[in-house]
């Protein structure tokens, strides 16, 4: 017969674990790297926060638009908007920076605008693999 | 930041494959092998697709 008070803890320490791993992820989102941080893996963290930091400057130094909520037209400028914000502390960093210097009429411009995307989009894996690392599910 | 569409497309294809290279393996010598080989695979795809829209750009 099982014994409640053990389920007990162990649903308490599953309901814990997941608790862990979503601070982890909101950690990794609000600075790149930071959820591996905290999980002591520091080579993943500092290659995150390399990574995504220079797809920001790149794409900033190249003139990208950086979407925000306001300005969001349609669809498509929606989902720019969300894959900027991937980026976490660099998408409000860049924001005052980017905002009067876009150039989507030079394919400069363009590029920029895909390194900026691509910047945000990269970070939600990095949250995604921090999350299941917290979750024990991968190394 | 002046790069031509070339520099622009390495310099991509560079920091992404190092990324993933981190998310997809563990021990470092498989890290830098994945990576190098994901970098060489953005660069050939890239051209690849260049080399396909090319009829239509005319």
């Known amino acids: 017969m099982p014994d409640p008070k053990q389920s007990a803890s162990v649903s308490s320490a599953a309901g814990r674990s997941e608790a862990k791993a979503w601070i982890v992820a909101g950690a990794a989102w609000l600075v790149p790297g930071l959820g591996h941080a905290l999980q002591r893996k520091w080579a993943r963290a500092v290659v995150y926060f390399v990574t995504v930091a220079a797809l920001v400057a790149v794409g900033i130094t190249m003139h990208g638009t950086l979407f925000t909520s306001e300005g969001a037209a ?7 908007y969300l894959s900027n914000l ?8 860049a924001r005052p920076i980017a905002s009067g210097a876009a ?7 363009d590029y920029g605008t895909r390194f900026l995307a691509t910047a945000g989009v990269l970070n939600l894996l ?14 | 930041m002046k790069l031509n569409h070339f520099q622009a497309m390495l310099l991509f294809a560079l920091v992404i494959s190092i ?6 393996k563990r021990k470092l010598p498989d890290r830098v092998k994945y990576a190098v080989w994901a970098f060489f695979m953005f ?6 697709i260049g080399w396909a829209m090319y009829p239509f750009s005319r």
């Open chain 1, 86 to 93: 991937g980026a976490g502390l660099f998408y409000f960093i």
């Open chain 2, 43 to 48: 660069i050939l795809i890239g051209v690849a």
């Open chain 2, 19 to 24: 990324a993933f290279g981190f998310l997809s």
């Open chain 1, 74 to 80: 349609d669809a498509f400028d929606f989902l720019g």
């Open chain 1, 103 to 109: 150039d989507a009429a030079h394919a400069s411009g």
């Open chain 1, 126 to 139: 990095c949250i995604l693999e921090a999350y299941e690392i917290a979750r024990r599910r991968k190394p």
